[in-house]
């Protein structure tokens, strides 16, 4: 689910450089870098997570929040 929101993200950033005006192209820069990262940490949490619990199971994960606290 991750990558498939990134391939939308993807769409608003070439939608902004098909602007063409200076605030279009800043947009797409910080957009760009702004989703890189915070996309990035969500890949090495899920990562994380995955070799904690040892399993690709998504019913494995309810109840994490309780887990966690």
Do not use: P, W
Request: glycine fraction near 8%.
């Amino acid at each position: 689910m991750l990558a498939y929101s990134s391939i939308s993200q993807v769409g608003y950033i070439i939608l902004a450089l098909g602007t063409g005006t200076e605030l279009g192209i800043a947009g797409a820069v910080f957009h760009l870098f702004n989703h890189s990262i915070f996309k990035t940490q969500l890949f090495v949490i899920l990562q994380q997570l995955k070799n904690k619990l040892v399993t690709r199971d998504m019913n494995a994960y309810s109840g994490l929040s309780k887990l966690c606290l």
